[in-house]
């Protein structure tokens, strides 16, 4: 841990009470925040915690609904990215930001290009001292690079090297880091460090939003833990321990209610022995049974989507067998998934889910087309009396058939893209963080819709990122970090606390 | 530009040596063609194509496509041939100011309904170009203005010599290299380059990507404002149909000259080369005693062979993308 930091009383950066919504979602409830001059604060909470829309809200990104910002005492908007620029506040983003046809140099000085004089004012850019800034920031740094080199030719890390010395090129007096270390190696994580210490001692308020325990502790002094929104703790680093901050985290009673799992179970549905897809995921075997529920938990980016969107011929997996009911079988395509009786409900449903423009029918039939057609053309009433009984079991509230998936609300949404899958009466449904951004009362539903679908013998495995959701509804729950299965944990027997250690690697370092 | 040639040469060079393959077989089948006149009357014939690529190119590297350009060529032209055949004693340089102040105001319309409306802008040029295709019918009600109608000073000015070059292919060539110092020098004009490159990363550095779009319609605009005028005068004619179509043309100069339809990659000295490129070829291909249907069809073939390339170019560069180790390295 750090040295304690001589430190002013009053905080560089407040926030107060800040809210954001997103039409019927709270992304930010009553986000409170301290960034203190010459210090480091991690931001923790869990997937969905409302970490980036608060990201997104320092950088001028998204404007809140309510609540303040005040820097050194006095009350600040940041109303768009340049504000933000220009009020010191510069971000490391998760993803590298970059311009891939641009320079290095270019990029590093993309926030305040340096002009040269002309006599009608400084109007042109100035490329000789744009690579000059460009190299000494690249040497202060460390980093061997070329200025002049286009960033496409980079690779992922050394391109966020670059936005890491665009993010230090003109005042930052606060800077945001979020997730900076997921792309970096151990050594490139190091250098990051290094530079995070020396900004710190230059006084700079540095807020360092990770997920790995021993990069929090080793950077940080002070902490502050989101959930659902509003800011749960904050304060002093060494007055608290990981204990206490995954207890926060994850809260500590599992607050919905959830049916309990079916204790008698089929035989074995499907079996998985040492799946490998590099990068994503390596070594991966486990088994479901018909009526089973698995749950699959771990952080973004563990490997949990790649694992199921090979299982479902999306991307080929590069060694390992699949068998279903005993049988190896070796599914390319989608075709082929949905032929053996394969479903996945994707985690992105507006985009990889439902056709939003298309009406309730047409979005619930198209993977059924082949029942429902006659010589390759579509049979209008076939098609109506196959959907209306699949919307009266979802209880899809709707106007009609035929009113656009666009204007049904999240929920209503995610059962239409629920109803097209078990039209095509699935033996294995795979579903993807299925309550993703759906309101309290819809989430419900879906949990008792997943339980009263295995308990009719499909056989279901559970992505999710919510810890009470995946505790509660699983047989079985699956953790993985790092594209491995890292821990597997019977019904009953995970405590909150144990599973998010899996997931995050924590215990191991300390 | 030297900063490209340093990384990137291949392409520009490729398209380069290619075009004066073509021109080089071209003069060895016909002896009596090598001459300097062939030389200066092909770039005579193609300045026009090489403003409008110029601004084309502006937008095609916002991620957006100005099919308008060819409309406001004949609307800007028929307003000022009517200038200048009701005021012919104000002589030609009212009109040559006038020529890009409207052509740019015609693009700030498309500008603005990019910008402000949000609207797509294949959607939006599509229907300026049907407007502004359909306001030329409305002012000269049909009706063609002649050479005869038309003062001498505003006929001549473009064919006049100068050094050896007319001021049309001047105007060509000051154009390209105005265009291409201001995309290099200028912040406005690598806003230009970053918002086409990456939007999102664009709005983190502070970039207003929609204004950045804005700024490229009315530089599209300008530059055919300005063909408006050099069109009319060089064919001595306007009427509703000029440069129909032409807009086409405009756009495979570029993508062949190496521009992306994806946004952000693209250089002038790239668009030069595609405009060269088909003007030599529309030029050698008559010689061979091609119909003007196989004309096209070539100049077609052309046009998807640059695509293919392009696409080619760019998914290799995609492949390395994922090749490195990202995550593999992460532990």
Redesign the interface.
């Known amino acids: 841990m750090n040295k304690p930091l001589s430190q002013s009383n009053q905080p560089l950066l407040t926030l107060s009470s800040v809210r954001k919504q997103f039409g019927g979602v709270r992304a930010l409830e009553d986000a409170n925040l301290e960034l203190h001059a010459g210090s480091v604060t991690a931001l923790l909470g869990e997937n969905g915690a409302g970490k980036s829309t608060l990201v997104k809200i320092l ?1 001028g ?1 998204l404007q809140p609904d309510g609540g303040e910002i005040r820097i050194n005492g006095s009350s600040v908007r940041i109303e ?3 504000a ?2 220009q009020l010191g506040i510069s ?1 490391i ?1 998760q993803e590298s ?7 290095v140099a ?1 990029n590093i000085c ?2 305040a ?1 340096p ?1 040269r004089r002309t006599p009608l004012g400084p ?3 100035d ?1 000789t001292e744009m690579r000059r800034r460009a190299r000494i920031l690249l040497s202060e740094l460390e980093i061997d690079l070329d200025p ?3 960033v ?2 980079l ?3 050394q391109k966020h090297l670059v936005q890491i010395a ?1 993010a230090l090129n003109g005042a930052h007096r606060i800077v945001i880091m979020d997730e900076p270390t ?5 050594r490139e994580t190091e250098d990051l460090f290094r530079i995070a210490r020396r900004l710190q001692n230059q006084g700079s308020a540095l807020l360092f939003i990770g997920h790995k325990f021993d990069e929090i502790f080793a950077l940080s002094n002070r902490y502050a833990v989101f959930r659902d929104g509003s800011t749960i703790a904050q304060g002093l680093l060494r007055d608290t321990t990981q204990e206490r901050l995954i207890a926060d985290m994850v809260g500590r009673i599992v607050e919905q209610r959830f049916p309990a799992p079916n204790p008698h179970l089929g035989s074995e549905l499907l079996r998985v022995e040492a799946l490998s897809q ?3 995921f390596r070594d991966v075997s486990f088994s479901v049974r018909r009526g089973e529920i698995l749950g699959f938990y771990g952080l973004v ?1 563990a490997g949990r989507s790649e694992l199921m969107q090979a299982l479902f011929g999306l991307q080929a997996a590069q060694e390992g067998k699949v068998f279903l009911d005993g049988d190896a079988v070796d599914i390319r395509s989608p075709e082929a998934a949905i032929h053996n009786g394969l479903a996945l409900v994707p985690e992105d449903r507006q985009h990889q889910g439902a056709i939003l423009d298309l009406a309730i029918t047409d979005n619930i039939s198209l993977p059924n087309l082949h029942r429902l057609g006659c010589r390759g053309f579509i049979r209008r009433r076939r098609e109506r009396s196959a959907t209306q009984p699949l919307m009266q079991y979802l209880q899809i509230k709707a106007a009609g058939q035929h009113q656009r998936v666009r204007e049904l609300s999240g929920g209503n949404q995610q059962k239409v893209v629920l109803a097209k899958w078990l039209a095509t009466r699935p033996r294995l449904l795979i579903l993807d963080e299925p309550t993703k951004g759906i309101d309290i009362g819809a989430k419900v539903a879906v949990y008792q819709l997943i339980r009263e679908l295995a308990d009719q013998g499909i056989a279901i495995i559970l992505v999710s990122s919510e810890l009470p959701e995946v505790l509660g509804l699983s047989n079985r729950v699956a953790v993985m970090r ?2 491995r299965v890292r821990a597997l944990f019977e019904y009953g027997q995970a405590q909150p606390e144990q599973v998010m250690r899996a997931a995050t690697g924590a215990g191991e370092y300390a | 530009m030297k900063r490209y040639s340093l990384h990137s040469p291949p392409r520009e060079t490729g398209l380069a040596l290619l075009t004066a393959a073509m021109l080089a077989g071209m003069i060895l089948a016909y002896p009596h063609m090598a001459s300097l006149r062939t030389l200066t009357a092909l770039l005579d014939d193609t300045a026009i194509l090489i403003l409008l690529a110029c601004g084309q190119m502006t937008v095609l590297l916002t991620r957006g496509v100005d099919l308008s350009v060819a409309a406001n060529v004949a609307l800007t032209g028929m307003v000022l041939a009517l200038i200048n055949h009701h005021w012919p004693e104000r002589g030609v340089l009212p009109v040559l100011l006038a020529a890009p102040v409207l052509g740019a105001l015609l693009g700030a319309i498309n500008g603005v309904l990019v910008w402000r409306l949000r609207v797509p802008p294949i959607v939006a040029t599509l229907g300026t170009l049907a407007i502004y295709r359909g306001l030329v019918f409305v002012l000269s009600e049909g009706a063609w203005i002649n050479s005869n109608q038309m003062s001498a000073d505003f006929l001549d000015l473009p064919r006049a010599s100068w050094l050896g070059f007319t001021v049309l292919s001047w105007l060509a060539l000051g154009g390209a290299t105005c265009m291409g110092l201001w995309l290099h020098y200028s912040e406005r004009g690598r806003n230009i380059r970053a918002a086409g490159d990456n939007p999102d990363a664009a709005l983190y550095a502070g970039i207003d990507v929609g204004r950045s779009q804005f700024h490229a319609f009315v530089v599209s605009g300008a530059l055919a404002g300005l063909c408006g005028y050099l069109w009319v005068a060089r064919f001595g004619v306007a009427y509703t149909d000029v440069a129909q179509g032409f807009e086409l043309q405009v756009i495979a100069a570029c993508v062949i000259g190496g521009v992306s339809i994806n946004g952000g990659v693209g250089t002038v000295a790239g668009a030069l080369l595609g405009c060269l490129f088909l003007g030599v070829l529309n030029n050698a291909l008559p010689l061979l005693g091609l119909s003007p249907f196989w004309q096209m069809a070539v100049s077609g073939l052309a046009l998807t062979i640059a695509v293919v390339f392009n696409a080619r170019a760019q998914s290799s560069g995609k492949r390395s993308f994922i090749q490195s180790p990202a995550r593999g390295s992460a532990q």
């Open positions: 950088t990104v768009s990215p340049r933000a620029l971000a983003h930001v970059v311009f891939g046809a641009l320079s270019e993309i926030n290009r002009r109007l042109l850019v490329w002049d080199q286009p496409s030719e690779t992922i890390a665009r997921a792309a970096l190696s151990r590099t990068p994503f980016g790092h594209g």
